[in-house]
């Protein structure tokens, strides 16, 4: 493992060059906006007459077609989502100069079979740490968002040059750069999305308060309780890691935390979290999604219109409606 920083940056990787940036979603508008301000030549890859490319040029970037955007191009970052980037690739790749360097910021794709890079291109891996409205707003103030870094195909030997020069232009040298592999990083992705931060956080507060309002306490007690207040605890986290949690939060809180803590958590969600590892090592997850997406994504649909009718979401509407000051931080 290594940690490279700004130090580490060769200045000239990338100079002078063109960027295509495919997708204008959340990383490709940060990526694009923090390239364009570290003085690169920056060019976004969208479909004409659609919201994204009406976006790009609003904030003052060139766009064209995708496949027009990465003729001439030295790096083409494939930031569309997941499973459009087989179809994307299929479109762009005669268009890609030999040599070009191809970059990824997750790597589902090349991990998992869907793209197979042409020989001659270099085919690196950028992942910020973090949502691209927080690589924008980062890099903004002068602060970055850590990613990680791998290497695939390296026919050329500069492509850990330019991938650093690309980290170091979107801000992540400022917060630091960790060397990975396609694999580690696809794989750790998917399971800590799952498991962690998206599908066990949100059951877990789902489920705290289903059990107070069950219990007969008030859905709005009960949404600051097991939602609202997460934040607090989620920053400490962030911010300082489980010590700094501890200096913040009451004896009683640390008490309930160290004894009730693993009543929830236990060796059986553990087995559970192993068995979705495996699935997602084995490349079951991902057989299984790229088939749900194939078959028209009604049961992904239907997941979604359930999860978004629940009761505390009705509860946090209303209450969010009275902190405007929240939407101001997205």
Known sequence: MQIYSQKDVNKKALRGARIAILGYGSQGRAHALNLKDSGFDVVVGVRKGGPSWTNAKKDGLQVA?????????????????????????????????????????????????????????????????????????????????????????????????????????????????????????????????????????????VKGFETLVEAGYQPEVAYYECLHELKLIVDLLHEGGLSKMHKFISDTAKYGDLTRGPRIVNSATKREMKKILKEIQDGKFARQWMAENKRGSKKYAAMLKKDMSHKIEKVGVKLRDRMPWLQEQA
């Open 65 to 205: 077609e995708p496949a027009e955007a990465v003729k001439g191009a030295a790096l083409v970052a494939m930031l569309t989502p997941d499973l459009a980037q087989k179809a994307v690739y299929k479109e762009i790749i005669g268009n890609i100069g030999k040599g070009a360097t191809l970059l990824f910021a997750h790597g589902f794709n090349v991990h998992f079979g869907q793209i197979k890079p042409r020989k001659d291109l270099d085919v690196v891996l950028i992942a910020p740490k973090g949502p691209g409205g927080l690589v924008r707003r980062q890099y903004e103030q002068g602060r970055g968002v850590p990613c990680l870094l791998a290497i695939y195909q390296n026919p050329s030997r500069q492509a850990k040059d330019n991938a650093l020069a690309y980290a170091h232009g979107i801000g992540g040298t400022r917060g630091g750069v960790l060397t990975t592999t396609f694999a580690e990083e696809t794989e750790t992705d998917l399971f800590g999305e799952q498991v962690v931060l998206c599908g066990g956080a949100t059951e877990l507060v």
